[in-house]
């Protein structure tokens, strides 16, 4: 796939963060191009995490700048970067168990409006029905795409661990996003569901041009499915490259695999 290196859908320049006297990341710059998937690696404790909540908004990093789609995003809140295409998953799954799998997937969309009880209803039922049709619609779409469609109605909570990171990725799909966050999206999977997931992320970026940044511990869903991986070490950057250039990069075998070249 060839990558347009003039569209960055996330730009991150010299990331800093500290945690007291020590530091988790420092002068970390990462890009993430329109369409592409990009996978982000490194040992425990490498920072990956921290970078996430800095990328998301859950933390303001102490130094650097983030953009987001063009646009200088460093001091928006978590709520404004979901607003304006960013969406996220995580390492533990947060699905809301006690709803079925499409009212999951229903209030990703809630803040586009179609609330309002008994009032709306009256004041403009129209409206009201033609937006709750649609948003039902890309719902089931995204069930669709997900293999989800024979589930829709049954509770989230008690669900396969394999099936319920799908139900996570299908509803932070639903609203759209431009950027999405894969927290370890292989964890707890089987070879066959890591397949599933790992055809349904790459569809995203050739059916939808959605842009991807994954951190996985599983460096061959990470080889198959990604256009460039990103090697963080100690909250620094390490290496960037290619997945065939990253495996064969010594620097990366001796700090991340554990192995001397």
């Given at each position: ?151 829709r109605n049954e509770r989230a909570a008690g669900l396969p661990i394999g099936t319920a990171r799908l139900v996570e990725l299908a509803r932070a799909l639903v609203d759209q996003p431009s950027v999405l966050l894969l927290d370890e999206p292989a964890s707890g999977l089987d070879h066959g ?69």
């Open positions: 796939m060839t990558v347009d290196i003039k569209n960055k859908a996330l730009d991150l320049t010299d990331i800093g963060v500290r945690f007291g006297g020590i530091s988790a990341l420092d002068g970390v710059s990462l890009q993430l191009y329109e369409g592409e998937i990009c996978g982000l690696i490194g040992a425990n404790g490498a920072g990956k995490t921290t970078l996430f909540d800095v990328i998301s908004g859950v933390r303001l990093a102490d130094r650097g700048k983030v953009q987001l789609n063009g646009q200088d995003a460093t001091a928006w809140s978590s709520h404004r970067r979901a607003r304006s295409g960013l969406r996220r998953t995580f390492q533990r799954v947060q699905l809301f168990g006690w709803l079925s799998v499409e009212e999951n997937l229903l209030v990703a969309t809630e803040w586009r409006g179609g609330n309002g009880g008994v009032l709306a209803d009256l004041v403009a039922p129209i409206a009201r029905r033609r937006l709750e049709n649609e948003r039902r619609q890309r719902a089931g779409e995204v069930l669709e795409r997900c293999g989800l469609s024979s589930i569901e890591a397949d599933r997931f790992g055809d349904i992320v790459r569809s995203l970026r050739d059916d939808e041009g959605t842009s991807v940044l994954l951190v996985e511990h599983d460096v061959g869903f990470v080889m198959d499915n990604v256009d460039r991986i990103v090697v963080l070490h100690l909250g620094r950057v390490l290496a960037t490259g290619t997945p065939e250039e990253i495996r064969n990069n010594p620097a990366v075998a001796e700090a991340y695999l554990g192995v001397s070249a």
